[in-house]
Nanobody
Framework: VQLQASGGGLVQTGGSLRLSCAAS????????MGWFRQAPGKEREFVAAISWSGTYYADSVKGRFTISRDNAKNTVYLQMNSLKPEDTAVYYC??????????????????WGQGTLVTVSS
């Protein structure tokens, strides 16, 4: 499975961005998909995930971010609203093609995109 993330950029506090992650694979609809982020000097952290069982969010983004997928386009999205400077990070999409379930743990995802940078200015 290959993943290609896009949509990052520079935005002001309170602004919005939508990230996209295009995936290869004929069974994309069955994959658990996640978004993670890594800020400078910090560890990679869970942001959101979507699987057959539903959608899940980190507390820090709940109510501001929305994860969704279009299985016809093999694409998962992350709509980010009310952005804050602390959301500044490289955002990575990931696929869990083995258990295909939701997970907050990065090691349970077996395919990763290249990352897209989101910068929120104050």
């Amino acid at each position: 499975v290959q993943l290609q993330a896009s949509g990052g950029g520079l935005v002001q506090t309170g602004g919005s961005l939508r990230l996209s992650c295009a995936a290869s694979g004929r069974t994309f609809s069955t994959y658990g998909m996640g978004w993670f982020r890594q800020a400078p000097g910090k560890e990679r952290e869970f942001v959101a995930a979507i699987s057959w069982s539903g959608t899940y969010y980190a507390d820090s983004v709940k109510g501001r971010f929305t994860i969704s997928r279009d299985n016809a386009k093999n694409t998962v999205y992350l709509q980010m609203n009310s952005l804050k400077p602390e959301d500044t990070a490289v955002y990575y999409c990931a696929a869990n093609t083995v258990s295909r379930s939701y997970s907050r743990n990065s090691w349970e995802y077996d395919a990763w995109g290249q990352g897209t940078l989101v910068t929120v200015s104050s």
